[in-house]
C-alpha cells in the first residue's frame, strides 16, 4: 500500500502556531491526528464550497447549535403586562410612592430677596495696628 508523507512547518515564535503543535502532540499521544487532519481538510473545503452536509454528517450536534431559538421573544403587550404586575408588587410592598406622570410641577417661589452692601467704615493705620496688637496678646 502507498503511503504519502506531508510536512507542515510551525512558526513557535507565534503563539496560535504553538498551541497548534500543543494539540498536534495530543492527538497522536492519542492516535487520532491523522484521522483529525483529514475530516478537518474535508470539512474546510466543504465550508469553502458553502456546504454544511459533511460537518452535520460527523457531528450532528451542530444542527442544533446554530439552530435558532424555538420560543420567539415575548409580545410587546406581554412585557408591558408584565411591568405594569412588577409595579404593583412594587407598590404593595409599601412606603413607596407612585411617581408621578409627565413632568413635575415646579413650586412657584417669590422674587429672590434684595441685598444692599453695607459700607464698612474706612480704617486708618492706627486703629489697623491697635486690633493687630490686641489680637497676638
Same mark, same amino acid.
Given at each position: 500500500m502507498a503511503r504519502k508523507r506531508i510536512d507542515l512547518f510551525l512558526d513557535l515564535k507565534k503563539k496560535d502556531e504553538r498551541l497548534v503543535l500543543r494539540t498536534i502532540e495530543n492527538l497522536k499521544a492519542k492516535r487520532y491526528f491523522s484521522s483529525v487532519v483529514r475530516d478537518g481538510i474535508m470539512i474546510v473545503n466543504e465550508l469553502r464550497q458553502g456546504k454544511v452536509d459533511l460537518l452535520l454528517k460527523l457531528y450532528p450536534w451542530v444542527a442544533?447549535?446554530?439552530?435558532?431559538?424555538?420560543?420567539p421573544i415575548p409580545v410587546s403587550s406581554d412585557l408591558e403586562?408584565?411591568?405594569?404586575?412588577? #409595579? &404593583? !408588587?412594587?407598590?404593595?410592598?409599601g412606603n413607596i410612592g407612585v411617581p408621578p406622570v409627565g413632568y413635575p410641577v415646579m #413650586? &412657584? !417661589?417669590?422674587?429672590?430677596?434684595?441685598?444692599?452692601?453695607?459700607?464698612?467704615?474706612a480704617a486708618d493705620a492706627g486703629a489697623i495696628a491697635d486690633n493687630f496688637l490686641a489680637f497676638i496678646q
Open positions: 442544533d447549535a446554530i439552530r435558532p431559538p424555538a420560543h403586562g408584565q411591568i405594569a404586575d412588577l #409595579k &404593583q !408588587i412594587i407598590l404593595q410592598q #413650586k &412657584q !417661589i417669590g422674587a429672590p430677596p434684595v441685598v444692599t452692601p453695607k459700607t464698612a467704615p
